[in-house]
């Protein structure tokens, strides 16, 4: 056998190894599904549009609202620890969930900038292929535009953070109004809490950067410190203050599976969220150790807040979870007063 051929056998062998391996990054781990019994006799059981049946007159900070966390990592490289999903946006919305975390950088081309939807130094693409394109902010954009035209009583808050730091922030504000302005009735990008009147059929844009641009147009500011200790803290949540609104966080985003449920459960026991005061409440964690697995973690945590009993008629904030599924949307906003 000649080294010409030799080689073209070792080569192909090595090639086929890597792309076996980065399938299995890309693609992660099995699906997993949790299981709970729910009363779906409720008129509100429909996920696509539950707040229907919620007053025009509650605001939006005292809706328990169902969210999910890095919204649109998906389909994305080395799924076992960046993957947070396992269904598309326009999915998660018709499942009932009213809060999508997106994070973004700036992706240069010749043909102008854009916003691509990234988690940490990984980026998400439109499907689960080797060689799909980016995710970006517009294909994000198109679904939930699609969602609100067939159910204009619903609305979504859409919290956007700069995921990358030398990233400009003037520049993703200005690709970002960009989007807004050519879309405008789509969206409600004051800075004070709506109510729930105001906002259907609305994206209510909130925004984990300064304006730096200086173009007012940073929608609900909710900036809050990293919160990546792994040693346990007396009180989980903290509090920011800006001239709008009050905000209680809990993302406590590398505790064990014990530690992230008490943390959860501690903000649902103190949860301050009334007419001018949001409480974030994120369930998700990638663990305490050097490896993240979001969905190891979420089969442990989402079937923990399934038995834990939610009281009716009361407000819990907005809850925050990876691998959201419909039954667990339903768990969380069924805590509304309808």
């Not at 939006?60 to 169902?66: A, D, G, K, R, V």
């Not at 009735?185 to 925004?207: H, N």
């Not at 959201?324 to 069924?334: E, K, Q, S, V, W």
Request: aromatic share 12%; hydrophobic share 40%; with cysteine.
């Amino acid at each position: 056998m000649s080294k010409g051929r030799v080689f073209r056998i070792i080569s192909g062998a090595m090639i086929a190894v890597i792309v076996v391996i980065l399938i299995a990054l890309f693609v992660g781990d099995d699906d997993t599904s949790v299981n709970v019994d729910i009363d779906m006799s409720k008129q509100y059981a429909d996920t696509a549009n539950w707040m229907s049946y919620l007053s025009d007159s509650a605001y939006l900070s005292e809706i328990t609202l169902p969210g999910t966390h890095d919204s649109a990592a998906r389909n994305i490289l080395f799924g076992y620890a960046a993957r947070c999903q396992d269904t598309s946006i326009n999915q998660q919305l018709v499942n009932g969930y009213r809060y999508l975390d997106l994070r973004v950088a700036v992706d240069e081309s010749s043909e102008g900038n854009k916003l691509k939807l990234v988690h940490g130094i990984f980026n998400c693409h439109k499907d689960s292929s080797l060689f799909s394109d980016y995710l970006y902010l517009q294909d994000i954009t198109a679904d939930i535009y699609k969602f609100l035209e067939y159910q204009p009583q619903e609305t979504v808050v859409v919290n956007i953070k700069i995921e990358k730091a030398d990233d400009s922030v003037a520049e993703v504000q200005k690709l970002l109004s960009e989007e807004i302005k050519s879309n405008r009735d789509y969206w409600y990008t004051d800075s004070q809490i709506p109510t729930l009147g105001e906002v259907r059929g609305k994206i209510v844009l909130a925004t984990r950067f300064e304006d730096k641009a200086d173009i007012q147009m940073t929608g609900l500011q909710m900036l809050w410190q990293d919160q990546n200790n792994t040693i346990p803290t007396d009180i989980p949540y903290e509090l920011y203050v800006n001239d709008s609104f009050r905000l209680w966080v809990q993302d406590r985003y590398k505790y064990s599976v014990e530690n992230k449920y008490e943390a959860l459960v501690d903000g649902l026991e103190n949860c301050e969220a009334d007419t001018n005061t949001f409480f974030l409440n994120f369930l998700s964690t990638a663990g305490d150790g050097k490896i993240g697995h979001p969905r190891g973690y979420a089969s442990s945590l989402n079937d923990l807040l399934l038995e834990y009993d939610l009281k009716d008629n009361t407000s819990y904030g907005i809850i925050i979870v990876d691998f959201g599924t419909p039954d667990l949307a339903r768990h969380i906003y069924y805590t509304n007063a309808f």
